[in-house]
T-cell receptor, first 110, second 114 residues
């Protein structure tokens, strides 16, 4: 079972870069690492996905070391609207194991 | 562009009552999922359907049944509701059932069982 571990909460200020790390020691060979964002009273929303090294899109970057046992979501220059819960998802080789961890509550302060 | 639509948005049931939660997607996705999210916790998979005509159990299937009615619709049924099933239920879909396929979520059904 590919369990993920993330910090429970993080605080940041507007304009700063935020890095959220997820540990997934039992990641399977064919697993991708996917990050989601969730606002209150909404469903999770896909942010970024990667398999190895670095992936960048218009909202975030994802860094994955060679051993793939962790990953880091990087949010450049956060704003108040980035306050949300962030989940990393690693499936662990079976759809039955699609369980999101408790996520990281990011609070962006003015 | 609706994406994933869940109905109802809110529901209160009494213990022992039955109910069906509805989910429909308009993205022509093959795979659909039902999750539950308890306060302060992440999402746990109840059931999923990799493709039309198939369903499989997730991590927490007890007390639930599902029906993949067609490619668009995937319903979740509580036959005899229990207070432990009070939760927010999310439906999701993906193009195919694969680890590199992002899921698209609805906004949830908030279910309280008294």
């Amino acid at each position: 079972l590919a369990k993920t571990t993330q910090p429970i909460s993080m605080d940041s200020y507007e304009g700063q870069e935020v890095n959220i790390t997820c540990s997934h020691n039992n990641i399977a060979t064919n697993d991708y690492i996917t990050w989601y964002q969730q606002f209150p009273s909404q469903g999770p929303r896909f942010i970024i996905q990667g398999y190895k090294t670095k992936v960048t899109n218009e909202v975030a970057s994802l860094f994955i070391p060679a051993d793939r046992k962790s990953s880091t979501l990087s949010l450049p220059r956060v704003s108040l609207s980035d306050t949300a819960v962030y989940y990393c998802l690693v499936e662990g080789g079976s759809a039955r194991q699609l369980t999101f961890g408790s996520g990281t509550q990011l609070t962006v302060l003015p | 562009n609706a994406g994933v639509t869940q109905t109802p948005k809110f529901q209160v049931l009494k213990t022992g009552q039955s109910m069906t939660l509805q989910c429909a997607q308009d993205m022509n996705h093959n795979s659909m999922y039902w999750y539950r999210q308890d306060p302060g916790m992440g999402l746990r998979l109840i059931y999923y359907s990799a493709s039309e005509g198939t369903t499989d159990k997730g991590e927490v299937p007890n007390g639930y049944n599902v029906s993949r009615l067609n490619k668009r619709e995937f319903s979740l049924r509580l036959e005899s509701a229990a207070p432990s099933q009070t939760s927010v239920y999310f439906c999701a879909s993906s193009e195919i059932r694969a680890t590199n396929q992002p899921q698209h979520f609805g906004d949830g059904t908030r279910l309280s069982i008294l």
